[in-house]
Structure formats: C-alpha cells, structure tokens
C-alpha cells in the first residue's frame, strides 16, 4: 500500500474510533460541579444556602450508595437551604439538592439502582410510613419516595442524566411530592445545560 493510502486509511479508522470512543465519553466533566445543584435563585430570596461544597462521606447515608468512590464516582457537589422566615408555614422549610458525577453513563445507572436500594431500605426501617411515589420523568430514570411523620414531609426525587445521579429532598408541611418534582427540573436544566456547554 502506498504511504499516501496508508496514511488516509490511518487517519479514517483514528477518526471512526474517536466517534466510538465520543459516544461513551463523560458528557458532564467535573468542573461544572457546583453548578449541577440547584442555586439560591431557584428557591427565591426566602431561602438562605447554609452548606455547599462536595459531598464528603459524612453527606452519605449507610448502605449501598455509602462509598464516595462506588462505581467509578468522579465527585460530588451539594447544597442546603433552609427557609428565612421565623415559624412553620406551610411549604418547604429545608431543601437538598445533590449531584454526582461518574466516569461514565454505566455507573451513573448503576448508582441510580443503588438510590432505589437505598430508599428501599429507608422505608423497611420508616416502618410502613414511607412509600414509593409516582413521579414524572424528569431525567432518563426518575423515581420519588415520601415520609411523614408528626404532620412533616420528606419528598426526595432522585433521577439519572447522562453521567450524573442527582437528587432533591424537600421538608416541610403541607407539601406534596410535586413541590419536590418542581425543583428537580429547576436543577436537571442545570444539569442538561452542562452536558450542552
């Protein structure tokens, strides 16, 4: 083969490889961290952001999501915000809103089965009084689990996109797992404008 030709036929399976390889390449890169949670301007002034930065392994709870290195894990970023305002009103009083990063799509929905392992156990051990609950998509897997107890609620919406897992817990009173599903979307765009940047 002339080495003209060979160059080309080189170059031609470099490029095919590459356009492999591109689809299996992480569409969401560690730097776009903090900004994969939700931000203040998504809850509004009444909310104050008390804690933010990456989740350490104290951020986690016991069981199969415990480990910060599970399933290729690259990192992971939070944020809590609690309401402004004195008393209980009706409404979210604290939000939580996390994201972590994987090295690929396949850990990413390996850790969303962990989420559902994970819920699963915390409403063995709620005792009956946590269910799963029906929510729309709001990424490529999405799934919400509910808590109440003594009048307060706990919503929590997890879903996968692309190579991230996230999830956004709403506490509060007289709320409903929309309230939780409302904000979730706020932070998947956030999340869908990363893999587009």
Known sequence: ??????????????????????DKAPKVDASSLPGLVLQPEDLGERFVRFAEGRIARADLQPGPRAD???????????????????????????VVSMADL????????????????????????AGGVARTVDVPAVGDETFGTSLEQAGVFYHTIAWRFENVTASVLVQGFELSPED???????????????TSD
């Open 1 to 22: 083969m002339r080495p003209r030709a060979f160059a080309l036929v080189c170059v031609l399976v470099l490029a095919f490889l590459a356009g492999c390889m591109g």
């Open 180 to 194: 939780a599903v409302a904000l979730a979307r706020k932070q998947q765009q956030h999340i869908a404008k990363a």
């Open 68 to 94: 910060v290195t599970r399933f290729g894990r690259v990192d992971g970023w939070k944020a809590r915000y609690r309401l402004d305002e004195a008393g209980t009103p009706p409404g979210p009083l604290v």
């Open 102 to 125: 994987f090295a690929d799509e396949a850990g990413a929905k390996r850790d969303i089965d962990a989420y559902r392992e994970e819920f699963e156990l915390a409403r063995g051990a």
